[in-house]
């Protein structure tokens, strides 16, 4: 991983100052969410699926066993999206499927030990990568941050819940493909 940037607070704008790109949330959030993707790839490039990989294996190790069904509405992963990767995931050991004792039909997804080894890897290379981009921010304003994220995240999520990431992402992509082409975005 590379070195921390150093801290310029005359470049904390971004281009431009106080007027250009640095007060344009949109493209602050772009700069940020594209370091964080790229850093979490590489974190969790072990695991398959990589970084939704991860959240699977997370979920399957931290959370109350669950049906591979809630699991995807969960983690908002298309059902099919998520029988495979919940089948990459078992192929290499990191989660077992076991019969649900509230209903035979079902089954858990549960992670193994070997899952629960990987998954500390992965959270120590986040972990890792977390304080590199928030290298700029002291504590107080790193703690600031993650707390209004998540607040945010919380609103932004009720009011328009992601039930299929994978289609999010379509969404997202088309929106793109609009702007480049100078046309408003489809109505979602």
Known sequence: MPSAPQHDPAAATGPGGDGGLGADLGWTLGVA????????????????????????????????????????????????????????????????????????????????DAGRRALEGVDRRLRTAEEYLLAGLDTADRTA????????????DSADPVGDACQAVDDIEAAESAAMRGQPPAPG
């Open 33 to 112: 969410y594209r370091a964080y993707v790229k850093m979490a790839a590489d974190a969790a490039a072990a695991v398959p699926g990589s970084h939704r990989g991860r959240q699977v294996l997370a979920a399957a190790a931290h959370e109350v066993p669950g049906t591979q069904r809630a699991l995807a509405q969960r983690l908002g992963v298309d059902r099919t999206a998520m029988t495979y990767l919940i089948d990459d995931l078992a192929a290499a050991g990191l989660v077992e499927r076991r019969p649900d004792p509230a209903d035979r039909r079902n089954r858990q997804v549960v992670a193994t």
């Open 145 to 156: 941050l993650r707390t209004l994220l998540r607040r945010l995240a919380a609103y932004i």
